[in-house]
T-cell receptor, first 114, second 112 residues
């Protein structure tokens, strides 16, 4: 049973426009959410995070929104650049228990076209 | 460069064999995590060590084991390998237990 879901395997966006990547989760015990970016042949790179007590966090071109009632978060990239083309993973942290610290979605492959 | 190193980068072996993957965390980080990424799958958490002690366990098979040494590097041992164990294995580290995790470049394991 997937606790973190990224329902869009891929997304294509024009350079300069907004990219919106979505993520849904099922476990209300998650207290922290993160986005990682992954280029081919490299490990995931931390991008931005948000605590469950906030609904928005912004870092330059990247903004993460959290809607706890809907158990939904999204990553906005504005403006999108060709270098943003990568696979983006949503991850959630489960405080305590035996499930481990980070639970990942399957990723969304973003392609930003010049 | 995240500061997390993993060796080897690629590994090809046969079914039934045993391999050891190695990870060196970022300087000063006490926690090491191991993840498995199979084809078209997200990263699956395997196990976490904190300062030499096992801290959390995920979906790690009994054929797999890990340890963290006094110098804080970690090794993931995979034995009685099966075709389905072919995957990317990532190591990550963090300062303690709940901080952001930084990932290494991964080890690509191919079991033939």
């Amino acid at each position: 049973d997937q606790q973190v879901k990224q329902n869009s395997p891929s997304l294509s966006v024009q350079e300069g426009r907004i990219s919106i990547l979505n993520c849904d989760y099922t476990n209300s015990m998650f207290d922290y959410f993160l986005w990682y970016k992954k280029y081919p042949a490299e490990g995931p790179t931390f991008l931005i995070s948000i605590s469950s007590i906030k609904d928005k966090n912004e870092d330059g071109r990247f903004t993460v929104f959290l809607n706890k009632s809907a158990k939904h978060l999204s990553l906005h990239i504005v403006p999108s650049q060709p270098g943003d083309s990568a696979v983006y993973f949503c991850a959630a942290r489960y405080y305590g228990g035996s499930q481990g610290n980070l639970i990942f979605g399957k990723g969304t492959k973003l392609s930003v076209k010049p | 460069d995240s500061g997390v190193t993993q060796t080897p980068k690629h590994l090809i072996t046969a079914t039934g064999q045993r391999v050891t993957l190695r990870c060196s965390p970022r300087s000063g980080d006490l926690s090491v995590y191991w993840y498995q990424q199979s084809l078209d799958q997200g990263l699956q958490f395997l196990i976490q060590y904190y300062n030499g002690e096992e801290r959390a366990k995920g979906n790690i098979l009994e054929r797999f084991s890990a340890q963290q040494f006094p110098d804080l590097h970690s090794e993931l041992n995979l034995s009685s390998l099966e075709l389905g164990d072919s995957a990317l294995y990532f190591c990550a580290s963090s300062a303690g237990g709940w901080e952001t995790q930084y990932f290494g470049p991964g080890t690509r394991l191919l079991v033939l």
